[in-house]
């Protein structure tokens, strides 16, 4: 019994932990899907830091900032 419950408790970790593991490149806002408000958030963020937020998932070149270069690699992979 205790070991079932312990089994049960880890899938749920695993579940509730989920979101963050799927956290995917190309999702800005973090709300768990890449669409047209992902782009607006990439936009209105444009000269910011990216480190640390949901931004990250969109800082394409990987240099910790917000820059109109990420968003044409957005737009580009959107289209793929
Ligand atoms: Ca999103
Ligand atoms: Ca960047």
């Given amino acids: ?3 079932t419950t312990l089994i049960l408790l ?8 989920a979101p963050a593991a799927l956290a995917a490149a190309g999702d800005c806002n ?3 899907s890449v669409d047209q408000a992902d782009l607006d958030a990439l936009v209105a963020a444009n000269n910011t830091v990216a480190t640390g937020t949901s931004m990250a998932n969109c800082d394409y070149d990987g240099d910790g900032a917000i820059s109109l270069a990420d968003a044409n ?7 793929q």
């Fill in 1 to 3: 019994m205790f070991r």
């Fill in 10 to 17: 880890g899938i749920l970790a695993l579940l509730a932990s």
């Fill in 30 to 32: 973090g709300d768990g």
């Fill in 73 to 79: 690699q957005h737009i580009a992979e959107s289209n």
